[in-house]
């Protein structure tokens, strides 16, 4: 799928098969082509699948912003992760006429990967870029909700009522893959539209680790967490512009509101901003590339610095508090680095990510997508004046660190060509 947090994970997989001598192309949205030509891996563009991404889905859906809660859901899951199968999954059959490839790598939300290896008898193997929403297994939450597992039976009982209701969001999305499937021929999957990935997959590779997620989950046996699945760099860490200001800042906190849910800056930047502006903490606010002027221009203030990008593999090593949205791909070059997090999420499913981060003690979660100044400056304080949380980040960073994520998943699906 066409979103960053989707594409970037699956980057140095299609990387190093390329290396290694397989014929690799890769089938997404134009906007990914200069990425893609940089990495040496021919793209496959859209054909008649309709691009929707960070960058136009409020042009194509003007009011997504007002919808919330179930309806958003239902909203996401039909518009953005299923209307768009039949049209590529005859991309991918058209394709494959071309060009007759042997097996599939996907993004786990790439849901026209059922039918696609159902019709071609390919294997299919898929990238999971974020724990949620999770398989409907034992000990699992219901996705969505930022839910953590169920501690008694009152929790129990109110994790099926939203199973429930969760399941009733897909009533419009299900039936454009059932369609597809009778018109093809194809037996019809009966399952939960949230299973759809573990049942399609040969394997499951899951970025991050166990010690991110929620103890007691029953995952699938070709569920596998493999760790930090980040992008491959082409050099070491960019020199930063402002590095000065940072060598001689008491404390330095950077803020990021993701490449997505962007559009909006009252929703984390103001507030972090309003919160630490003529405070002692060097505030960095990477944008992704909207709004940087007006911040800068609105925060004026000599401890503050504004950027569209920011090469964090140079930046998070001076950070001591990172407040985000709860961007898995960023969330985790964070705990390596040894930073503790403040977390303000909810859509995209990044309240569920946010309430693994709070189960583990790697975050202070802030449980809206719009905190108040007073709320952040307290979580700050928080993670910088509990010890707990720089030792439990300190222990996940030297796990991520010592995991081979692009390594493990070659080197599996390779294993299973022999």
Same mark, same amino acid.
């Not at 419009?172 to 019809?188: N, R, S, T, V």
């Not at 800056?265 to 940087?292: C, Q």
């Given at each position: 799928?066409?979103?960053? @947090?989707?594409?970037?994970?699956?980057?140095?997989?299609?990387?190093?098969?390329?290396?290694? @001598?397989?014929?690799?192309?890769?089938?997404?949205?134009?906007?990914? *082509?200069?990425?893609?030509?940089?990495?040496?891996?021919?793209?496959?563009? =859209?054909?008649?699948?309709?691009?929707?991404?960070?960058?136009?889905?409020?042009?194509? /859906?003007?009011?997504?912003?007002?919808?919330?809660?179930?309806?958003?859901?239902?909203?996401?899951?039909?518009?953005?992760?299923?209307?768009?199968?039949?049209?590529?999954?005859?991309?991918?059959?058209?394709?494959?006429?071309?060009?007759?490839?042997?097996?599939?790598?996907?993004?786990?939300?790439? /849901?026209?990967? !059922?039918?696609?290896?159902?019709?071609?008898?390919?294997?299919? !193997?898929?990238?999971?870029?974020?724990?949620?929403?999770?398989?409907?297994?034992?000990?699992?939450?219901?996705? /969505?909700?930022?839910?953590?597992?169920?501690?008694?039976?009152?929790?129990?009982?109110?994790?099926?009522?939203?199973?429930?209701?969760?399941?009733?969001? %897909?009533?419009?999305?299900?039936?454009?893959?059932?369609?597809?499937?009778?018109?093809?021929?194809?037996?019809?999957?009966?399952?939960?539209? =949230?299973?759809?990935?573990?049942?399609?997959?040969?394997?499951?590779?899951?970025?991050?680790?166990?010690?991110?997620?929620?103890?007691?989950?029953?995952?699938?046996?070709?569920? %596998?967490?493999?760790?930090?699945?980040?992008?491959?760099?082409?050099?070491?860490?960019?020199?930063?512009? /402002?590095?000065?200001?940072?060598?001689?800042?008491?404390?330095?906190?950077?803020?990021?509101?993701?490449?997505?849910?962007?559009?909006?800056?009252?929703?984390? =930047?103001?507030?972090?901003?309003?919160?630490?502006?003529?405070?002692?903490?060097?505030?960095?606010?990477?944008?992704?590339?909207?709004?940087?002027?007006?911040?800068?221009?609105?925060?004026?203030?000599?401890?503050?610095?504004?950027?569209?990008?920011?090469?964090?593999?140079?930046?998070?090593?001076?950070?001591?508090?990172?407040?985000?949205? @709860?961007? !898995?791909?960023?969330?985790?070059?964070?705990?390596?680095? @040894?930073?503790?997090?403040?977390? *303000?999420?909810?859509?995209?499913?990044?309240?569920?990510?946010?309430?693994?981060?709070? !189960?583990?003690?790697?975050?202070?979660?802030?449980?809206?997508?719009?905190?108040?100044?007073? %709320?952040?400056?307290?979580?700050?304080?928080?993670?910088?004046?509990?010890?707990?949380?720089?030792?439990?980040?300190?222990?996940?960073?030297?796990?991520?660190?010592?995991?081979?994520?692009?390594?493990?998943?070659?080197?599996?699906?390779?294993?299973?060509?022999?």
């Amino acid at each position: 799928m066409p979103f960053d @947090g989707h594409f970037l994970p699956m980057t140095g997989v299609a990387q190093r098969l390329a290396e290694l @001598g397989h014929d690799v192309r890769f089938y997404t949205g134009s906007s990914f *082509a200069d990425r893609l030509a940089t990495l040496g891996v021919p793209h496959e563009p =859209f054909r008649r699948a309709l691009e929707i991404n960070g960058e136009n889905m409020a042009e194509n /859906f003007p009011d997504i912003a007002k919808l919330k809660g179930p309806k958003r859901i239902a909203f996401d899951v039909e518009k953005i992760f299923f209307a768009n199968i039949p049209a590529h999954y005859a991309d991918i059959l058209e394709l494959h006429r071309e060009w007759a490839f042997d097996l599939l790598v996907n993004d786990a939300a790439f /849901f026209a990967a !059922y039918p696609v290896t159902r019709k071609l008898g390919v294997p299919g !193997y898929a990238i999971d870029p974020a724990p949620t929403p999770t398989a409907k297994s034992a000990g699992a939450p219901p996705p /969505f909700f930022g839910l953590t597992p169920a501690r008694n039976l009152f929790d129990r009982l109110k994790h099926r009522i939203v199973w429930a209701m969760v399941e009733r969001t %897909q009533s419009k999305a299900k039936p454009i893959l059932d369609d597809l499937l009778d018109a093809e021929g194809l037996p019809a999957y009966a399952g939960s539209t =949230f299973q759809l990935p573990w049942d399609t997959a040969t394997r499951m590779f899951q970025t991050g680790l166990p010690s991110m997620d929620f103890d007691g989950i029953d995952w699938p046996a070709h569920h %596998q967490f493999v760790g930090p699945l980040l992008p491959p760099r082409t050099g070491g860490p960019a020199e930063l512009p /402002f590095a000065d200001r940072l060598a001689g800042a008491p404390s330095v906190v950077v803020v990021s509101q993701g490449t997505v849910d962007n559009r909006d800056p009252e929703k984390l =930047f103001v507030p972090t901003l309003e919160a630490l502006k003529d405070t002692g903490h060097l505030v960095v606010a990477t944008t992704g590339g909207r709004h940087t002027e007006a911040l800068r221009q609105r925060f004026p203030h000599d401890n503050v610095i504004v950027e569209d990008w920011v090469d964090y593999a140079a930046l998070l090593p001076h950070a001591d508090v990172f407040v985000s949205n @709860g961007g !898995y791909g960023s969330i985790m070059q964070a705990i390596m680095a @040894g930073v503790p997090i403040v977390s *303000a999420g909810w859509f995209e499913a990044k309240n569920d990510i946010n309430a693994r981060l709070a !189960y583990r003690k790697l975050a202070v979660d802030l449980r809206t997508e719009r905190p108040t100044p007073a %709320q952040i400056t307290k979580a700050i304080g928080t993670v910088t004046g509990d010890p707990t949380y720089r030792t439990n980040i300190a222990k996940v960073a030297a796990e991520l660190r010592a995991a081979t994520p692009v390594d493990t998943v070659v080197d599996a699906i390779l294993a299973d060509r022999l």
